[in-house]
C-alpha cells in the first residue's frame, strides 16, 4: 500500500516528507494506522548523527493508533484494537522476560538492522522500490506501520490517543526511573538533571512517590518552570559550573546531597552532567544514568577511587526498567485518575508536514517538554 511518511535521507538534511510503498504484516506482524506520535529527542540525535543509523529511514518510535490487520499467528492484538507501539519489543518467550526483565527482551538484539525480525524490510521508495531502515520496528513518522505483536500494547479505546502515545518511550523512561528503577521512598531525596520530557516524567514520578525534595537541573527557566508545575521543590539553573550545582544541591539538602541523581541529558553533555550528578548524590547514594549519550563518545569523567570511598553506585536504567506490558497499564490508570498528567506535558501538536519544525524545536530546547504529531 502507498502511504505518506517522512524519510530521512542525509544525516542533518531535512526528513522528506513522500509517498512510501508499506508492505503487508507478515506471520507474527501488525499494521497499525497510526493516529499519533510522540517527537522524543533520541529522533534528534538520528537525524544529527549522535545515535547511529544508515538512511534511508523513517524515524518515529513512539506512535500510538488502531490495528489494521494482522499477520498469521498472532495474538496479542486483533484489527481494531487501540495500540501503543514501544521502542523496545517483549517477546514473552525468552529468558528476560521471563525474568521480569523484558525491557532487556533478546528481541532487542535486532533493534539496530532496520530489519524486520525475518531480516527483510516493509518499508521501500515508491519511485525506485529501493528499501527503506525502519527505526527499532517502529517508524512512526508514518500514516501506517508494520511492526513485530511483540513492540505493541493493546490500550483502552476510550482513552486519547495522542496522549497514551507519550507512554511508548519518554514517559515511561522518565516516570519509571523515580517509581522502578529508585523505588524513591516518602521523604526521600532526588536530584534530576535534564527537564525534558524524560525529566519532567520523572518529576511527576517522584512526586507521586511522595520525594522530600525534587530537585531539578536544567540550563532553561521555561524548562523549570514547567518543572515546578509538576511538583520540583527546588530548582537550579545550569549556568555551566558544575560545581555552583553542587553546592546548591548541598546548601538545599543540609549538606547530604540527594538519595538519588539522575541524569537525562545524554548526547555530548555528559563531561558536564556525570560529573555534577555524582557531586549531587549523598555518600552511599545513586547515581540513575539514564539518558543516553553520543554513540561515539566512549569515555565518561568520574574519579574512580571516590566511589568507594563514598560508596556511591552507578546504575544504567533502560525504558524506567518497566515491564512495558504491566507497567504501562498502571501507568494508563494513574492518568485515567488523574495523578499523571499526561495532557500537561505535551507543549505543541503538529501534523506530519511539520516534523522539520519539530526538529528544530528540539534542537532550540527551550519551549519543548512533549511535541505530538496527530495524523
Ligand atoms: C533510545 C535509547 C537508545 C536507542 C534509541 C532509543 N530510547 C529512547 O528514546
Ligand atoms: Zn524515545
Same mark, same amino acid.
Given at each position: 500500500?502507498?502511504?505518506?511518511?517522512?524519510?530521512?535521507?542525509?544525516i542533518?538534511?531535512?526528513l522528506?516528507? #513522500?509517498?512510501?510503498?508499506?508492505?503487508?504484516?507478515?506471520?507474527?506482524?501488525?499494521?497499525?494506522?497510526l493516529?499519533?506520535t510522540?517527537?522524543?529527542?533520541?529522533d534528534v540525535?538520528?537525524?544529527?548523527?549522535?545515535?547511529?543509523?544508515?538512511?534511508p529511514?523513517i524515524?518515529?518510535?513512539?506512535g500510538a493508533?488502531?490495528?489494521?490487520a494482522?499477520?498469521?499467528?498472532v495474538?496479542r492484538?486483533?484489527?481494531?484494537d487501540?495500540?501503543?507501539?514501544?521502542?523496545?519489543?517483549?517477546?514473552?518467550k525468552?529468558?528476560?522476560?521471563?525474568?521480569?526483565?523484558?525491557?532487556?527482551?533478546?528481541?532487542?538484539?535486532?533493534?539496530?538492522?532496520g530489519?524486520?525480525?525475518?531480516g527483510?524490510?516493509?518499508?521501500h521508495?515508491?519511485?525506485?522500490?529501493?528499501?527503506?531502515?525502519?527505526?527499532?520496528?517502529?517508524?512512526?513518522?508514518a500514516e501506517?506501520?508494520?511492526?513485530?505483536?511483540?513492540?505493541?500494547?493493546k490500550v483502552?479505546?476510550?482513552?486519547?490517543l495522542?496522549?497514551?502515545?507519550?507512554?511508548?518511550?519518554?514517559?515511561?523512561?522518565?516516570?519509571?526511573?523515580?517509581?522502578?528503577a529508585a523505588?524513591?521512598?516518602?521523604?526521600e531525596?532526588?536530584?534530576?538533571?535534564?527537564?525534558?520530557?524524560?525529566?519532567l516524567?520523572?518529576?511527576?514520578?517522584?512526586?507521586?512517590?511522595g520525594a522530600?525534595k525534587?530537585?531539578?537541573?536544567?540550563v532553561?527557566? #521555561?524548562?523549570?518552570?514547567?518543572?515546578?508545575?509538576?511538583?520540583?521543590?527546588?530548582t537550579?539553573?545550569?549556568r555551566?559550573?558544575?560545581?555552583?550545582?553542587?553546592?546548591?544541591v548541598m546548601?538545599?539538602?543540609?549538606?547530604?546531597?540527594?538519595?538519588?541523581?539522575?541524569?537525562?541529558?545524554?548526547?555530548?553533555?555528559?563531561?558536564e552532567?556525570?560529573?555534577?550528578?555524582?557531586?549531587?548524590a549523598?555518600?552511599?547514594g545513586?547515581i540513575?544514568?539514564?539518558?543516553?549519550?553520543?554513540q561515539?563518545?566512549?569515555?565518561?569523567?568520574?574519579?574512580?577511587v571516590?566511589f568507594?570511598?563514598?560508596?556511591k553506585?552507578l546504575?544504567?536504567?533502560l525504558?524506567?526498567d518497566s515491564?512495558?506490558?504491566?507497567?504501562?497499564?498502571?501507568?494508563?490508570?494513574?492518568?485515567?485518575?488523574?495523578?499523571?498528567?499526561?495532557?500537561?506535558?505535551?507543549?505543541q501538536?503538529?501534523?506530519?508536514?511539520?516534523?522539520?519544525t519539530?526538529?528544530?524545536?528540539?534542537?532550540a530546547?527551550n519551549?519543548?517538554?512533549?511535541?505530538?504529531?496527530?495524523f
Amino acid at each position: 500500500m502507498r502511504m505518506r511518511a517522512a524519510v530521512l535521507y542525509e544525516i542533518g538534511k531535512p526528513l522528506v516528507v #513522500e509517498e512510501v510503498e508499506l508492505d503487508p504484516p507478515q506471520a507474527g506482524e501488525v499494521l497499525v494506522k497510526l493516529k499519533a506520535t510522540g517527537v522524543c529527542h533520541s529522533d534528534v540525535h538520528y537525524y544529527t548523527g549522535d545515535l547511529e543509523r544508515t538512511p534511508p529511514v523513517i524515524l518515529g518510535h513512539e506512535g500510538a493508533g488502531v490495528v489494521e490487520a494482522v499477520g498469521q499467528g498472532v495474538t496479542r492484538v486483533a484489527p481494531g484494537d487501540h495500540v501503543i507501539m514501544t521502542f523496545l519489543p517483549s517477546c514473552g518467550k525468552c529468558h528476560w522476560c521471563h525474568v521480569g526483565e523484558p525491557n532487556l527482551c533478546d528481541l532487542g538484539a535486532h533493534l539496530r538492522t532496520g530489519k524486520m525480525l525475518d531480516g527483510t524490510a516493509r518499508l521501500h521508495r515508491a519511485a525506485d522500490g529501493q528499501d527503506i531502515g525502519n527505526l527499532l520496528f517502529c517508524s512512526t513518522y508514518a500514516e501506517y506501520s508494520v511492526t513485530p505483536e511483540a513492540s505493541v500494547l493493546k490500550v483502552p479505546d476510550y482513552l486519547p490517543l495522542e496522549r497514551l502515545c507519550l507512554l511508548g518511550c519518554g514517559f515511561t523512561t522518565g516516570f519509571g526511573a523515580a517509581t522502578n528503577a529508585a523505588q524513591l521512598r516518602p521523604g526521600e531525596t532526588v536530584t534530576i538533571i535534564g527537564a525534558g520530557g524524560l525529566g519532567l516524567a520523572a518529576v511527576q514520578g517522584a512526586r507521586l512517590q511522595g520525594a522530600g525534595k525534587i530537585i531539578v537541573v536544567d540550563v532553561h527557566e #521555561e524548562k523549570l518552570a514547567m518543572a515546578k508545575k509538576f511538583g520540583a521543590t527546588h530548582t537550579i539553573q545550569y549556568r555551566r559550573n558544575v560545581d555552583e550545582v553542587v553546592k546548591e544541591v548541598m546548601d538545599i539538602t543540609w549538606g547530604l546531597g540527594t538519595d538519588y541523581s539522575m541524569e537525562f541529558v545524554g548526547a555530548d553533555q555528559t563531561d558536564e552532567t556525570i560529573p555534577m550528578a555524582y557531586g549531587a548524590a549523598r555518600k552511599g547514594g545513586t547515581i540513575l544514568m539514564v539518558g543516553v549519550g553520543k554513540q561515539s563518545k566512549k569515555t565518561m569523567k568520574l574519579d574512580p577511587v571516590m566511589f568507594s570511598m563514598w560508596r556511591k553506585r552507578l546504575q544504567g536504567v533502560l525504558f524506567g526498567d518497566s515491564q512495558f506490558l504491566t507497567d504501562i497499564p498502571r501507568f494508563i490508570q494513574l492518568y485515567e485518575q488523574g495523578q499523571i498528567d499526561l495532557d500537561g506535558m505535551v507543549t505543541q501538536e503538529y501534523g506530519l508536514d511539520d516534523i522539520n519544525t519539530c526538529f528544530d524545536n528540539v534542537l532550540a530546547g527551550n519551549k519543548v517538554a512533549r511535541q505530538v504529531i496527530r495524523f
